[in-house]
């Protein structure tokens, strides 16, 4: 076996492994979320309700004032009609103009009052839902945070030891891998079905027999060093 080859072995066993956490960190993160998101949707449907009764509230107080003001003028008509106050046929204009304003806007309040009924009847249901998205964060998130900590803390430590992998390292190798590591931020990939696993270029079938007679390859298109997968696999 290519003593360079040897050397690159236990770094590429590294961040094989590395990624392996990396991907399930991802993952359980993705769950966590996904979890939360749905608690953030079910809560803001209840903020969403809570403004639009404010809103309809806030309408129908509204509509309720001009309806206050229409039946004062109406009022203030017929009362100036019987009184001879003013002209008749221009009184009686303006009372079926008031009228007919004051229909529209008890109309509109009927609308409102609906609404806000319907919303109000409907908050039950967003409040069990919320419920029941927490509910479901607390069952299924439980055991989520401990095994991202666990991730977390393997990703910790292969990020550590990867300094020591690299000491041995010949120097024209070492200033290789400084390059690919601050390019790439991995410096190793395995060949996976005659494609390189990290840019999924195609690799030569004579990179891959030169690689399984321990001799050392580069992907011809990322660049990074590549092994294949029953060569990561940790000695018995």
């Given at each position: 076996m290519d003593t360079v080859f040897a050397a690159l072995l236990p770094i590429a066993r590294s961040e094989a492994v590395l990624s392996h956490?990396?991907?399930?960190?991802?993952?359980l993160r993705r769950q966590v979320d996904r979890l939360q998101r749905n608690v953030d949707k079910c809560a803001q449907a209840i903020s969403d309700n809570g403004a639009a009764q404010r809103e309809a509230a806030r309408r129908e107080a509204e509509l309720s004032d001009k309806a206050d003001t229409l039946q004062r003028r109406i009022a203030s008509t017929e009362h100036a009609l019987n009184q001879g106050l003013t002209?008749?046929?221009?009184?009686?204009?303006?009372?079926?103009?008031?009228?007919?304003?004051?229909?529209?806007?008890?109309?509109?309040?009927?609308?409102?009052?609906?609404?806000?009924?319907?919303?109000?009847?409907?908050?039950?249901?967003?409040?069990?839902?919320?419920?029941?998205?927490?509910?479901?964060?607390?069952?299924?998130?439980?055991?989520?945070?401990?095994?991202?900590?666990?991730?977390?803390?393997?990703?910790?430590?292969?990020?550590?030891?990867?300094?020591?992998?690299?000491?041995?390292?010949?120097?024209?190798?070492?200033?290789?891998?400084?390059?690919?590591?601050?390019?790439?931020?991995?410096?190793?990939?395995?060949?996976?079905?005659?494609?390189?696993?990290?840019?999924?270029?195609?690799?030569?079938?004579?990179?891959?027999?030169?690689?399984?007679?321990?001799h050392v390859e580069s992907c011809p298109h990322c660049g990074r060093w590549l092994f294949l997968p029953t060569q990561l696999q940790a000695p018995a």
């Open positions: 956490h990396r991907e399930a960190l991802h993952k002209d008749a046929a221009a009184g009686e204009h303006q009372l079926a103009s008031y009228a007919e304003q004051l229909e529209e806007v008890e109309s509109a309040q009927l609308e409102a009052m609906e609404h806000q009924e319907a919303l109000s009847e409907a908050l039950p249901a967003l409040q069990e839902a919320l419920d029941e998205a927490r509910k479901a964060q607390a069952i299924e998130g439980a055991p989520l945070g401990p095994r991202v900590q666990r991730e977390q803390q393997a990703i910790r430590e292969l990020t550590d030891e990867q300094p020591t992998l690299v000491e041995g390292l010949p120097r024209d190798i070492r200033a290789r891998y400084d390059r690919l590591k601050d390019k790439l931020g991995t410096t190793t990939a395995l060949v996976q079905e005659r494609a390189c696993s990290a840019c999924t270029g195609t690799v030569p079938m004579a990179t891959k027999g030169s690689l399984q007679s321990g």
